[in-house]
């Protein structure tokens, strides 16, 4: 087919290719060209960007402003309009953070001279709850960030208060079951810290009723 004469022009489909097309080709691409994804985003107040559950950091000024990303198998871009304003390389890890300090706040930056090891440290110094307390706010918070901005504010409740005080309140917090600063700022400045735990009561004998039976009835 390709070497049968034109009717209307001269020669053939194959020298047609030979003479017009072939010079113009190029080599094929090295690599595959990667398929990727978009996706608008909101910035959300803490300056995360989220896919697919996984959360990425951007700029702290981009706070409430529409992105758009580009995410490829390897790496999520964030464009603000036509300038790229983030890059991470692609986690498919959901529920966790990336995050880099330059997109952090001056504020936030501070922070990074504690380690999780420094606070908890610090919490043993105080007693028992005080450190459980620590560590609850390093595994149940949804970013980093957060646990050590409680934690620092722990510090100062126990500057204000002293330690002993810190102690009870951690205590009672546990007890409580809401180890979070709120409610250990709430104990301290109402000083329920200094107030006994009230005992649960309990109950050593079944109620008389005429609807409980005795073992007599059971054979």
């Known amino acids: 087919m390709n070497a049968r004469p034109f009717k209307k022009l001269p020669g053939c489909r194959r020298e047609a290719f030979e ?24 910035v959300n107040i803490d300056y995360h960007v989220e896919f697919d559950g996984h959360y990425d950091s951007v700029p702290h000024r981009l706070v409430r402003k529409k992105l758009e990303l580009r995410v490829s198998s390897t790496m999520v871009e964030a464009f603000l309009g036509q300038q790229r304003v983030a890059v991470h390389a692609y986690s498919a890890i959901k529920g966790a953070f990336t995050t880099l300090p330059e997109h952090m706040p001056a504020s936030h930056r501070a922070h990074r001279e504690w380690t999780p090891g420094k606070l908890v440290a610090w919490g043993e110094r105080i007693g028992v709850a005080c450190a459980a307390i620590v560590r609850w706010q390093m595994e149940h918070r949804p970013h980093p960030e957060q646990g050590y901005r409680a934690c ?33 700022k709430a104990i301290l400045t109402n000083g329920m810290d200094r107030q006994p735990a009230k005992a649960e009561p309990t109950q050593t004998s079944l109620p008389l009723h005429d609807n409980v039976r005795g073992p007599d009835d059971y054979h």
Request: glycine residues 6%; hydrophobic residues 40%.
């Open 19 to 42: 003479r017009l097309a072939q010079p113009a080709l190029r080599p094929l691409p090295s690599v595959r060209m990667p398929i990727v994804r978009f996706k608008s985003v909101g």
């Open 152 to 184: 620092l504010g722990l510090q100062s409740l126990a500057r204000r208060f002293g330690h002993d005080r810190m102690e009870a309140a951690c205590t009672r917090a546990m007890a409580i079951r809401s180890p979070t600063y709120q409610s250990i």
